[in-house]
């Protein structure tokens, strides 16, 4: 029973490592997740609708709420702005 414990808080522990990746425990593979499907180019609000249809978490869509207002051309400007919201 003792070593089952152990076992039990080990999982805990390492999922709240994980869950601590990045930015308020987002991750750029989490916002890349949430926003596969879009077209592009697409502006802020697009990006929240296709994570949001795509069931993000709430932390998600917090984070993505500090994004710019502007055209999003490619995953690679949702990426550069992951990197300058997480800092």
């Given amino acids: 029973m ?3 414990q152990g076992h039990t ?3 805990s522990k390492s999922g709240k490592a ?3 990746a990045g930015h308020g425990g987002v991750s750029a593979a989490e916002i890349e997740k949430f926003t ?3 077209d592009f180019p697409c502006d ?3 990006l929240l609708d296709c994570a949001r ?3 993000a978490p709430r ?3 917090d984070f993505m709420e500090k ?3 502007q055209s999003y051309n490619s995953p690679i400007d949702i990426a550069r702005h992951f990197s300058q919201v997480k800092h």
């Fill in 2 to 4: 003792v070593q089952q």
């Fill in 9 to 11: 808080s080990g999982r």
């Fill in 18 to 20: 994980a869950a601590q």
């Fill in 36 to 38: 596969a499907g879009i």
């Fill in 44 to 46: 802020k609000e697009e």
């Fill in 53 to 55: 249809d795509n069931q």
């Fill in 59 to 61: 932390e998600v869509m």
């Fill in 67 to 69: 994004f710019p207002e």
